[in-house]
């Protein structure tokens, strides 16, 4: 298996920065364009080694248009743009992107110097059309209180979940990578008694176990995303971080997954377009702003991306 960019199979850190870009001229930018996105990992490497232990990754994920620009020909077999979803004033709009940078360590400032190097060296290429700072909230929690993340895989099974693999073997390695933008009503969601509140989410609140199944409704977070197929459950690797400010927070989701298949319809089941008419009713409390899927290739290929290996 070629190995996967450095930010996808650990656990994840304290502190994280995305950024989203269009490059402006895709065609009379690319071979430049290519060029920053292959030196990534080494310029990553760079900054980590200021501070070893503070554990410094990132990875860089390319959209389905920008990537046929990039390789024309050489195509991930599963990559395709952001579905929107919508259903009785629920939405989940595409908003797309040619890049995503997904920068974690136990250091923001870090974080930042790396990013501030990317932006750099782009110069004029690209356009930010979102850029998000997460950071860990209390014990791992989102900011609706409640611990995220609780049914990631672990150990080597978040290989076998986020990576691609024999199916598409000239792409071994890489990963599909879904981002969305949640902005919390934090006011209407504190309203709720803490009652409501885990029967929204499907688990209670202080230790993150899974309500019973009488006391948990279908309509619940959990519910929703939890879907099993052949007696096996369907997972994803997220990466996702709370953000924001007093004025505006939220929640930037970010899954890597084998096939990008899963989590549209886990989407797909939150919205309540997935068959049975509920939705998650998480969805009353939270709205998302931006929606795009990007393919983070392994380090072999991205290497390959400056115009040797995709003629």
């Given at each position: 298996?070629?190995?996967?960019?450095?930010?996808?199979?650990?656990?994840?850190?304290?502190?994280?920065?995305?950024?989203?870009?269009?490059?402006r001229?895709?065609?009379?930018?690319?071979?430049?364009?290519?060029?920053?996105?292959?030196?990534?990992?080494?310029?990553t490497?760079?900054l980590?080694?200021?501070?070893?232990?503070?554990?410094?990754?990132?990875?860089?994920?390319?959209?389905?248009?920008?990537?046929?620009?990039?390789?024309?020909?050489?195509?991930?077999?599963?990559?395709?743009?952001?579905?929107?979803?919508?259903?009785n004033?629920?939405?989940?709009?595409?908003?797309?992107g040619?890049?995503?940078?997904?920068?974690?360590?136990?250091?923001?400032?870090?974080?930042?110097?790396?990013?501030?190097?990317?932006?750099?060296?782009?110069?004029?290429?690209?356009?930010?059309?979102?850029?998000?700072?997460g950071?860990?909230?209390?014990?791992?929690?989102?900011?609706?209180g409640?611990?995220?993340?609780?049914?990631n895989?672990?150990?080597?099974?978040?290989?076998?979940?986020?990576?691609?693999?024999?199916?598409?073997?000239?792409f071994?390695?890489?990963?599909?990578?879904?981002?969305?933008?949640?902005?919390?009503?934090l006011?209407?969601?504190?309203?709720?008694?803490?009652?409501?509140?885990?029967?929204?989410?499907?688990r209670?609140?202080?230790?993150?176990?899974?309500?019973?199944?009488?006391?948990?409704?279908?309509?619940?977070?959990?519910?929703?995303?939890?879907?099993?197929?052949?007696?096996?459950?369907?997972?994803?690797?997220?990466?996702?971080?709370?953000?924001?400010?007093?004025?505006e927070?939220?929640?930037?989701?970010?899954?890597?997954?084998?096939?990008?298949?899963?989590?549209?319809?886990?989407?797909?089941?939150?919205?309540?377009?997935?068959?049975?008419?509920?939705?998650?009713?998480?969805?009353?409390?939270?709205?998302?702003i931006?929606?795009?899927?990007?393919?983070?290739?392994?380090?072999?290929?991205?290497?390959l991306?400056?115009?040797?290996?995709?003629?």
């Amino acid at each position: 298996m070629p190995e996967p960019q450095g930010v996808i199979l650990p656990e994840p850190s304290e502190n994280a920065i995305f950024m989203v870009l269009r490059v402006r001229d895709a065609a009379g930018s690319a071979q430049p364009v290519a060029k920053i996105v292959a030196r990534t990992p080494a310029l990553t490497a760079r900054l980590g080694a200021l501070d070893r232990r503070a554990k410094l990754v990132s990875a860089v994920g390319i959209g389905s248009d920008f990537w046929d620009v990039l390789s024309p020909g050489r195509r991930p077999a599963g990559l395709r743009p952001f579905a929107p979803v919508s259903a009785n004033g629920r939405g989940a709009p595409s908003t797309g992107g040619d890049l995503l940078f997904h920068i974690v360590s136990k250091r923001h400032d870090l974080n930042f110097e790396l990013a501030l190097k990317l932006r750099d060296e782009f110069v004029e290429m690209v356009e930010v059309m979102d850029e998000v700072h997460g950071f860990r909230y209390l014990d791992g929690r989102d900011l609706t209180g409640f611990i995220d993340g609780t049914e990631n895989p672990k150990g080597k099974e978040r290989a076998e979940v986020a990576l691609v693999g024999e199916e598409d073997r000239e792409f071994a390695g890489g990963s599909y990578v879904v981002t969305q933008r949640y902005v919390h009503d934090l006011k209407k969601w504190s309203v709720l008694s803490a009652k409501d509140q885990e029967r929204t989410i499907g688990r209670r609140k202080r230790d993150s176990q899974d309500l019973s199944a009488k006391a948990k409704p279908p309509t619940a977070h959990i519910s929703r995303v939890t879907i099993e197929e052949d007696g096996k459950e369907l997972k994803i690797v997220r990466h996702s971080f709370p953000y924001g400010t007093v004025s505006e927070a939220g929640l930037f989701f970010i899954a890597y997954c084998r096939t990008l298949d899963i989590p549209q319809r886990m989407l797909e089941r939150m919205m309540g377009v997935g068959g049975d008419s509920l939705h998650d009713h998480l969805m009353d409390f939270t709205r998302a702003i931006s929606g795009a899927t990007f393919f983070a290739p392994s380090l072999r290929m991205l290497s390959l991306l400056t115009g040797r290996g995709n003629r």
